[in-house]
């Protein structure tokens, strides 16, 4: 199953991060990481992997995050599953 690293800036409220998670979830995405980088000046950085059953559902699952007000994708690029095993992002 494919990996993709899933790096969005969105607002830093109760509920945000959820809003985000369900959306990939609403594709049959699989979160199997997630890391804040960022929280400062009412916004949060956050990244996820994200495993998905295909690549043709990228363009569906950046469509579904942009839905959440407020959210916007900064990053979205497919990894290497072996790196993300030995927990590096």
């Known amino acids: 199953m494919p990996r993709y690293l899933v790096r969005v800036r969105l ?8 809003l985000v998670a369900s959306r990939i979830g ?6 199997v ?3 804040i980088l960022e929280r400062s ?3 949060a ?3 996820f992997v994200v495993e998905l059953a295909g690549d043709e559902l990228v363009g569906l699952l950046r469509h579904e995050i ?3 007000d407020g959210v916007e994708v900064e990053a979205l690029q497919r ?3 072996e790196g993300v095993a030995r927990g590096e992002l």
């Open 11 to 18: 607002l830093d409220r109760p509920g945000a991060l959820g």
């Open 26 to 31: 609403a594709v049959g995405g699989d979160i």
């Open 33 to 35: 990481a997630i890391n």
């Open 41 to 43: 000046g009412g916004t």
């Open 45 to 47: 950085i956050d990244e």
């Open 66 to 68: 942009h839905e959440v």
């Open 79 to 81: 990894l290497a599953v």
